[in-house]
């Protein structure tokens, strides 16, 4: 014990005794607590606390857009199709056309057959098939009682049938039962229609060499497409076509990209129905793709909940009907979503709205025919019934 000195045996709290020094051990009031916290950053106290949580918040609300500006980063983009050059006029005789593709002609055209998986797009439908008529044998529907995502809903195609009569003599038309499973993939229940439609397309008494059509309602091929392939002989056994891509209406056009939709020539035992790439041959400006091009609020709400991406809709006032107006006429994204690409440069490009075009050129012939009754899928006509 040093002499004249005072001892303890209790041990001092050396850290709070460097950070506050002899003052502090003097202010008796002065809590171990505060005297440790002064030795913190205020700044580091207001990231840890205050910083961290909004950038959670960001990640949660922006999340799906970060992940696709960055898809680059981890993502390549696919193989690139082979893209056979698609010649066409009206004064050119079948022969020559068949000729500038390399293919012969033959003596009389393949039989065309259409099949379609059905939801609720009656106008697209009747547009597709005025379309499609003078060069289809046969148009093959399968309805559903039941979404992809399991949701009831009413046999549309089956009520409005009156509709169709033209078409009436050559039709197959099915329905299947949903199965309605509670949270299962989307896409399981897709397949499963898909093969039923599969089944649908033998009852219809397709056979070898005869065209089929694969593709979802709003995928349009030209009329003139498809009777280039029916008279011309040696084409491709499979061959995607590349559409016009438009959303919401004729307006808003945003990129020729749209590939899914396909026509091949049949084989018994091999040809499958399917909406995925099945070849690297693409013929070049094939048709029109209308992305939810709906009349009425309603049914774009029945869509977002319906199809196979329902994952999008992540916040309930994505269906509020206010909401979905303003961003039809503005050629917005319904999900607020990025756009879908594989490098920075197409994705800067395409940021922010759609903008709009006055084209109404070159579109099918049934929606120039009948304006009135199509009008909201025309440019400056964006507003929509509520229904």
Same mark, same amino acid.
């Given at each position: 014990m040093p002499e004249g000195g005072y001892y303890s045996s209790k041990k001092t709290d050396d850290i709070c005794e460097?950070?506050?020094?002899?003052?502090?051990r003097a202010a008796l009031s002065m809590s171990r607590l505060r005297c440790a916290l002064r030795g913190f950053d205020l700044k580091a106290l207001l990231l840890l606390f205050v910083g961290v949580p909004i950038l959670i918040f960001i990640i949660y609300v922006h999340g799906q857009k970060i992940s696709y500006f960055l898809r680059p980063l981890w993502e390549s983009p696919p193989k690139p199709f082979n893209t056979i050059p698609h010649y066409y006029h009206e004064n050119v005789s079948m022969e020559n056309l068949c000729k500038f593709h390399g293919w012969g002609v033959r003596e009389k055209p393949r039989r065309v057959f259409d099949a379609v998986l059905?939801?609720?797009e009656l106008d697209i439908l009747e547009i597709r098939w005025?379309?499609?008529?003078?060069?289809?044998?046969? +148009? @093959?529907?399968? &309805?559903?009682?039941?979404?992809?995502t399991g949701l009831k809903k009413p046999l549309y195609f089956e009520k409005n049938r009156h509709r169709f009569k033209f078409a009436e003599s050559r039709l197959t038309y099915g329905t299947v039962g949903?199965? +309605? @499973?509670?949270? &299962?993939?989307?896409?399981?229940?897709?397949?499963y229609q898909r093969v039923a439609l599969d089944q649908l397309i033998r009852i219809a008494r397709i056979t070898d060499?005869?065209?089929?059509?694969?593709?979802?309602v709003d995928e349009i091929p030209s009329g003139h497409t498809i009777n280039l392939l029916r008279w011309c002989d040696d084409i491709p056994e499979k061959l995607h076509l590349q559409l016009r891509n438009y959303l919401y209406s004729f307006e808003f056009y945003l990129d020729d990209k749209s590939w899914r939709a396909s026509v091949h020539r049949y084989r018994a035992g091999k040809t499958r129905y399917a909406h995925f790439r099945q070849t690297d041959d693409l013929l070049a400006d094939s048709g029109w793709h209308c992305s939810f091009c709906f009349r009425h609020i309603s049914e774009f709400i029945f869509k977002m909940k319906a199809y196979s991406h329902v994952d999008r809709v992540r916040f309930p006032?994505?269906?509020?009907?206010?909401?979905?107006?303003?961003?039809?006429?503005?050629?917005?994204?319904?999900?607020d979503m990025l756009p879908e690409e594989y490098t920075f440069q197409e994705i800067i490009a395409k940021l922010g709205p759609i903008p709009s075009s006055y084209s109404a050129v070159n579109l099918p012939g049934h929606l120039l025919r009948n304006v009135d009754q199509y009008r909201y899928?025309?440019?400056?006509?964006?507003?929509?019934?509520?229904?």
């Open positions: 460097d950070i506050c020094g002899e003052n502090s059905f939801s609720n005025h379309e499609l008529s003078p060069y289809v044998s046969e +148009f @093959v529907l399968l &309805e559903s009682n039941s979404t992809f949903g199965r +309605f @499973v509670k949270g &299962e993939n989307p896409f399981v229940e897709e397949s060499d005869d065209l089929l059509i694969m593709s979802d006032y994505y269906l509020n009907p206010s909401r979905i107006q303003d961003v039809i006429c503005r050629g917005a994204d319904l999900f899928l025309l440019p400056g006509n964006c507003k929509r019934e509520s229904g």
